[in-house]
């Protein structure tokens, strides 16, 4: 059966970015893999998801966070994104599965 609320719902994703990035050296030297910049754009790859997911409907995203977060984290808090996002930082590497739980414990709509 269609749930009739379902299109007025909120539409969430988890974005993993806790990773090293270690494949994309010497990019990732001083900023974490989600913030290197996709030649020719001037925007991070992180930046291109966001857009990305907003096409598809979502509204709301957790990132989480590891490596350089707080470079990750201020360029979140000042770009203009076409979704609400919320960061969550691992203060240890939790894995993709650990990082997952981690993340989805913060979006904000659980159901």
Do not use: F
Request: aromatic share 4%; net charge negative.
């Amino acid at each position: 059966m269609t749930d009739p609320n379902a299109a007025s719902r909120p539409v969430q994703a988890v974005v993993l970015a806790g990773g090293q990035g270690s494949r994309l050296r010497p990019y990732t030297d001083d900023r974490p893999k989600p913030m290197v910049e996709i030649p020719g754009t001037g925007t991070p790859i992180i930046g291109h998801q966001l857009t990305w997911l907003a096409e598809e409907g979502v509204t709301d995203v957790v990132v989480s966070c590891g490596h350089l977060a707080d470079v990750l984290e201020k360029w979140l808090d000042s770009a203009e994104l076409p979704v609400r996002v919320t960061t969550v930082v691992e203060s240890e590497p939790l894995g993709r599965g650990g990082g997952l739980k981690y993340a989805a414990a913060h979006l904000p709509h659980p159901d």
